[in-house]
């Protein structure tokens, strides 16, 4: 009885220490698809035209990528802890109006005016994480009634302070030229011009990703994100850090409209909307699951990156412009459909 009993748990201690092969590990992670897509469509644009590669191809391609990507990060984050957010298009917008109005109408100091636009960005994403957790609202809902208010604030309220809806003037404001670098500003790297957005872009993902992997904090992503229930009951704090999720995108939205108000000295009552589900669409291309629990910052900066290169890349074959809507909807449902299928392989691969 004894031998057999001997037997048994050193079989079953061999199966709990079956090592895991490296195709397994490479497929379990998240940013997998995503970095293959971005390869094959660089490749394409690279051999199909001969602009994407040159100075201003590249320039453009990764300044697009890096607006779209910043805010696909943060994102990203959220849809692994579980939720969405459709308001983060218009919070780009909220937050570029409210610094244009604040500084052009009232006169207010412009570092103050940005500060104050963080902090209003901020109490909106707590908000909207307060109103999920304590009415158990999808937050599919709850940010989608955020996304239309503030829509009709950048317009109405916009148009009733100043009568109009675009900010015009910024570049006389006292001190602009000393904040427009930090935000707007450019640089040229091996001979093509880039902006500071993509430094943003990069710090972005190198927090984003630290958070994820090497602390606590983003244990706790995961957690509430694959299993809401059970880690309230082991003590994760699922209040705090679904409201942090939902703070972190709108910060996010509010770091983006800074970069559109100080590239371009201007913004208007339309800016950011319909890019919530662009973020979103580059999240889970990147790997992230519609259900939570899963999915990386490097794969939503990926999925950043296939966007911003296929716009470019339209523009540069000669395409019709359309086709990149086509080309987003093919995108979202094939990503999908092989993160499905890899996640399910990755779970019977040895």
């Not at 244009?100 to 570092?111: A, M, Q, S």
């Not at 957790?133 to 809902?141: E, N, Q, R, V, Y």
């Not at 509010?254 to 100080?262: D, K, N, Q, R, S």
């Not at 208007?268 to 790997?287: H, K, L, P, Q, R």
Request: positive net charge; glycine residues 12%.
């Amino acid at each position: 009885m004894s031998t057999t009993t001997a037997a048994a748990a050193e079989t079953d201690a061999d199966e709990r220490m079956a090592p895991t092969s490296r195709m397994t590990k490479v497929l379990r992670r998240p940013e997998v698809g995503s970095a293959i897509a971005a390869l094959i469509v660089f490749v394409f644009f690279t051999v199909y035209t001969s602009e994407f590669l040159s100075d201003q191809g590249v320039g453009t391609w990764l300044n697009s990528s890096s607006r779209i990507g910043i805010v696909a990060v943060a994102v990203a984050l959220l849809m692994i802890g579980g939720e969405f957010d459709l308001s983060t298009g218009t919070m780009v917008g909220t937050s570029g109006l409210m610094v244009g109005v604040l500084t052009t109408h009232f006169g207010l100091n412009i570092f103050v005016a940005v500060a104050v636009a963080l902090l209003a960005a901020l109490a909106i994403g707590a908000l909207n994480g307060l109103l999920v957790m304590k009415t158990g609202l999808p937050s599919f809902i709850v940010t989608l009634g955020t996304f239309f208010a503030l829509q009709g604030v950048n317009v109405a309220l916009t148009k009733a302070i100043i009568g109009q809806v675009a900010i015009q003037g910024m570049k006389l404001v006292p001190a602009y030229d000393s904040i427009q670098p930090i935000f707007g500003g450019s640089f040229t790297l091996l001979g093509a011009s880039v902006d500071v957005s993509v430094l943003w872009f990069l710090a972005v993902i190198a927090a984003a990703t630290w958070l994820l992997l090497r602390t606590r904090q983003g244990n706790w992503i995961f957690s509430v994100g694959g299993a809401q229930q059970s880690s309230r009951q082991v003590g994760v704090p699922v209040l705090a850090t679904k409201v942090r999720l939902f703070m972190t995108t709108a910060a996010a939205g509010w770091l983006v409209g800074m970069i559109t108000l100080f590239k371009s000295s201007t913004v208007n009552g339309a800016t950011g909307v319909g890019d919530e589900f662009i973020f979103i669409i580059c999240a889970v291309v990147g790997g992230c699951l519609l259900t939570g629990g899963f999915g990386s910052a490097i794969g939503a900066a990926l999925g950043a990156m296939i966007y911003g290169m296929t716009q470019q890349g339209i523009v540069y074959a000669n395409w019709d412009s359309d086709w990149l809507k086509a080309f987003l909807g093919v995108m979202l449902l094939g990503a999908v459909l092989v993160n499905n299928w890899v996640r399910k392989r990755a779970e019977v691969a040895r």
